[in-house]
């Protein structure tokens, strides 16, 4: 109640918005879960009327999470520096239709967390998950540094 979903121009995932009539609600809700071999994409619960969204590596998201209090719910959200190392790395597997756009958002979105917590915390959250997620991370910082990083910043 309160709510209702809205669908990403780009990439067709549902997200639950605050009702335009909705004063009391301020938080947009993502459903989120970890692909498999059974879940390939996006699906709906039966039951519930929500959408859910796999996520590539969703599992360093649940790893490291923080429970916040939200108007007498707990909300579970990743660490910020998580979600930075995150979008990094995911931004590098974008695919489909633009997935440059996608891409850049993606990297966009982590520079906000990347310049209130520092390059420091995001390093340290990088290096905690070695192998093919952290040649994905390394391939995208060096885009993100090229790309949104000052030339003085980057010496």
Known sequence: KGYTPKFGMISNAEKYIPSPESLENQLDVDFLCG?????????????????VIPVTYQ????????????????INVPKPEYWAVHKIAISQKRGGKNPRIKMIKDLEG?????????EHNIME????????????????????KDRFLSDFEKN
């Open 59 to 74: 599992h360093i998201l649940m790893d490291n999470r923080i429970t916040l209090p939200y108007r007498g719910l707990s």
């Open 35 to 51: 692909y498999d071999r059974h879940i390939k994409g996006p699906y709906n619960i039966q039951g519930l009327g929500i959408k």
């Open 110 to 118: 982590a520079g906000v967390i990347i310049e209130f917590i520092g």
């Open 125 to 144: 959250a990088a290096d905690r998950y070695p192998g093919k997620f952290k040649k994905l991370f390394e391939k995208g910082w060096a885009i993100y």
